[in-house]
């Protein structure tokens, strides 16, 4: 017996607007469900967002190799392998469904007890604080945040409550990273969590203008 054919239906919105290749990607998640999951799109970033989020972990903790997120297949990719004599101090990685100002999703590093395994894995963090960057003249805003199911740090609500050596590892470690690339990083100072909460809320408010502007075109 002759298996049946399957046909493809076209969405009527991909048929009415010229969709650009990333909201193919969403909408193909939408209407076929083959497609594999995209971290970013396909996610779920979380009900108490912007306070408690999911988190797609790109870099382990004591990695030295800097993956991040491939926009078009979904996959984690190794960018490089850090050139300074620098290990990354905690779990790091992106909140789904957020956009920044430079087209990425939003960072965020995680403090908690084990390395995760890299590309592998989401977890649910909890926003303590943020930490404003200038790199190579351009913002660039990471999230600081605890892993809201491990016991140790699960009750911590705001950065300040860190040990003041905890956050200046944090800060040595983006002030040095990218130094042996000659390239210019400058870390100023932390915020409390009611700002890390503004910056999430901001970055899912541009994600979502993205998505409504791109279906209008």
Known sequence: MVPPIETQVKSPVSQKFSIPPLNERILSSMTRRSVAAHPWHDLEIEPDAPQIFNVVIEISKGSKVKYELDKKTGLIKVDRVLYSSVVYPHNYGFIPRTLCEDSDP????????????????????????????ID????????????????????YADINELP????????????????????EVAVNDFLPSDKAFEAVQHSQDLYADYIVESLRR
């Open 164 to 183: 003041p050596h905890r956050l200046a590892e944090i800060r040595r470690f983006f002030e040095d990273y990218k130094k042996n690339e000659n390239k």
């Open 136 to 155: 190579q003249g351009e913002k660039d805003e990471k999230i600081i945040a605890v892993c809201a199911d491990d016991p140790e740090y699960k009750d």
């Open 106 to 133: 939003l960072d965020v590093l995680v403090i908690m007890q084990e390395p995760i395994t890299s590309g592998l894995d989401f977890l649910r963090a909890k926003a303590i604080g943020v930490m404003p960057m």
